[in-house]
């Protein structure tokens, strides 16, 4: 791991315009809130999930790329943002393994023993958005490798340090992300929200402690994919 690489994704500085931080916190935030309020299973019907799963993985690749150009004036490449690297098969595997451990101890232990102790169930809204077809299931792998890379730039990543130069805090900025986190999943219901933003905030931290969003990525993309294919076995 490179020494500019730690650098740039610890300053404390902002990386972006202000009205640049609003306009991608107000599309999380907003297509959230309009998903919450659709009847999801009427439009998984009338259209399909494929074409629903697309409309998610074009809105976070633009909002990436709307991010990229933001830090391209500030003079920050994205590399600089994600940090970390992967110049031996050896650092892969590291981060891989980190991000396997994060899943089964954060995803697994912390987080469904939250849900048991507060018994929390998946709404019908988040049940109608698992894949049931061969071709949903494509496009539901591209949709989770699109959330592992595109989520935790935006939110680790960019929200996190925006968050982090407004309340010259890095708690702060990682509490701060991991509100928006939650309040992105609005289809969910309140209560999943909640302990999606607890997950974001270990997110917050672990991206903190390793300097790096890589992963964090690994264990994102890996944790939606495995959520769907066991979904689609378990509906069999």
């Not at 991010?67 to 891989?96: E, K, T």
Request: with cysteine; net charge positive; proline share 3%.
């Amino acid at each position: 791991m490179s020494n500019a690489g730690n650098d740039r994704f610890t300053i404390m500085g902002s990386i972006a315009p202000a009205w640049h931080f609003a306009v991608v916190l107000l599309v999380m935030l907003g297509f959230s809130f309009v998903v919450a309020h659709i009847d999801l299973p009427a439009i998984f019907v009338a259209h399909g999930r494929a074409s629903s799963y697309l409309v998610v993985i074009l809105i976070e690749w633009a909002t990436v790329a709307f991010i990229w150009w933001g830090l391209s004036r500030r003079g920050i490449r994205m590399p600089d943002l994600v940090g970390g690297n992967w110049a031996r098969p050896v650092y892969l595997l590291r981060d891989l393994g980190i991000g396997v451990a994060f899943i089964v101890i954060f995803g697994g232990a912390v987080l469904q023993g939250l849900a048991y102790l507060l018994k929390i169930v998946p709404p019908q809204a988040m049940r109608a958005v698992m894949p049931q077809t061969r071709s949903e299931m494509i496009f539901w792998v591209l949709m989770s490798l699109t959330a592992g890379f595109c989520e935790e730039v935006i939110f680790r990543g960019y929200l996190q340090r925006q968050f982090s130069a407004l309340t010259h805090s890095h708690v702060a900025g990682i509490v701060l992300q991991a509100i928006a986190f939650g309040l992105g999943h609005g289809y969910q219901g309140w209560k999943l929200m909640s302990l999606i933003a607890v997950y974001g905030a270990c997110f917050g931290l672990l991206a903190g402690w390793r300097h790096s969003l890589r992963p964090g990525m690994l264990a994102h993309a890996l944790q939606d994919t495995a959520g769907g294919l066991l979904a689609r076995f378990l509906m069999r």
